[in-house]
């Protein structure tokens, strides 16, 4: 069951009061938000827009697998896990765009990506393994990594067992020097994501939607949900029928 919305414009749910409010657009693949709170969708065609209220307006660059922005940067995983970033304006052709200098790795099968408010950047590669990246590259093996989200000097990533962790370590990783992921309450985690303000939220595999509050998880309205992300006060969810929905916090 998705989440309810109520059609009538007097009864329409307003996302500036903490309610979710479904967005015009469908076929929705992946979303994010910047940290000025512009709001990036990809669809199942590759397709990337952003959001110009009342509606989505498109670029003329095609992705087919993961987007991230940060900033005014956008970073794109390709259907052969290439790693492109770029600046992106409403009507104009990609600038700067090439793939990220990633060494040995340059041809990793990447599967999701996170960028820390620092600019630094972590990567979850096909095999589990994950990447942190920071004009050099360390390779964090055995963590069985699917999902991965960075904000606000947090590093949270869900396993492909659905278990839920935070990065404890240093801020170069050294895997020599002891622990480096803790777990967190959770299981059944599915999509995750991390706010500039330090807000943690997620989605779990049966589509239901949490926020972290200092201990634990608390669900919010909604279900259905299938990704999530976070930014500038602003949660954007997609749900497994390919709508978005916003809300505020």
């Given at each position: 069951?998705?989440?309810?919305?109520?059609?009538?414009?007097?009864d329409?749910?307003?996302?500036?009061n903490?309610?979710?409010?479904l967005?015009?657009?469908?076929?929705?693949k992946?979303?994010?938000i910047?940290t000025?709170?512009?709001?990036?969708l990809l669809n199942t065609?590759?397709?990337?827009?952003?959001?110009k209220?009342p509606?989505?307006?498109?670029?003329?660059?095609q992705?087919?697998?993961k987007?991230?922005s940060?900033n005014?940067?956008?970073?794109?995983?390709?259907?052969?896990g290439?790693k492109?970033?770029?600046t992106?304006?409403?009507?104009e052709?990609?600038?700067?765009?090439?793939?990220?200098?990633?060494?040995?790795y340059?041809k990793?099968?990447?599967r999701?990506i996170g960028?820390?408010?620092?600019?630094?950047?972590?990567?979850?590669?096909?095999?589990?393994?994950i990447?942190?990246?920071?004009?050099?590259?360390?390779e964090?093996?055995?963590?069985?990594?699917v999902?991965?989200?960075?904000?606000?000097g947090?590093?949270?990533?869900i396993?492909?067992?659905?278990?839920?962790?935070?990065?404890?370590g240093?801020?170069?990783p050294?895997?020599?020097?002891?622990r480096?992921?803790?777990?967190?309450?959770?299981?059944?985690?599915?999509?995750?994501?991390?706010?500039?303000?330090?807000?943690?939220?997620l989605?779990?595999?049966?589509?239901?939607?949490?926020?972290?509050?200092?201990?634990?998880w608390?669900?919010v309205?909604g279900s259905?949900?299938?990704r999530?992300?976070?930014?500038?006060g602003?949660v954007?969810?997609?749900?497994?029928?390919g709508?978005?929905?916003?809300?505020?916090?």
């Open positions: 069951m998705g989440i309810y919305f109520n059609c009538h414009a007097q329409i749910r307003d996302h500036r903490g309610k979710w409010t967005l015009h657009g469908s076929d929705g992946d979303v994010s910047n000025s709170g512009e709001l990036i065609a590759g397709k990337l827009y952003k959001y209220d509606d989505w307006k498109q670029t003329k660059s992705f087919n697998i987007i991230y940060e005014s940067t956008y970073f794109f995983v390709t259907g052969d290439m492109y970033s770029g992106y304006t409403y009507y052709t990609p600038q700067i765009l090439s793939p990220l200098e990633l060494g040995i340059s990793a099968d990447i999701d960028v820390d408010s620092d600019s630094s950047m972590w990567l979850t590669e096909g095999n589990g393994n990447l942190f990246w920071d004009r050099s590259i360390i964090l093996k055995g963590t069985d990594a999902r991965i989200a960075a904000g606000a947090q590093i949270w990533m396993n492909t067992a659905g278990k839920i962790y935070k990065y404890i240093p801020k170069y050294d895997p020599s020097k002891g480096l992921w803790q777990q967190m309450p959770g299981s059944d985690g599915r999509d995750i994501a991390v706010s500039n303000d330090g807000s943690v939220w989605v779990n595999t049966a589509g239901k939607i949490y926020q972290w509050y200092g201990s634990n608390t669900q309205e259905d949900g299938s999530i992300a976070a930014n500038n602003k954007l969810l997609l749900n497994t029928a709508k978005l929905f916003l809300r505020t916090y």
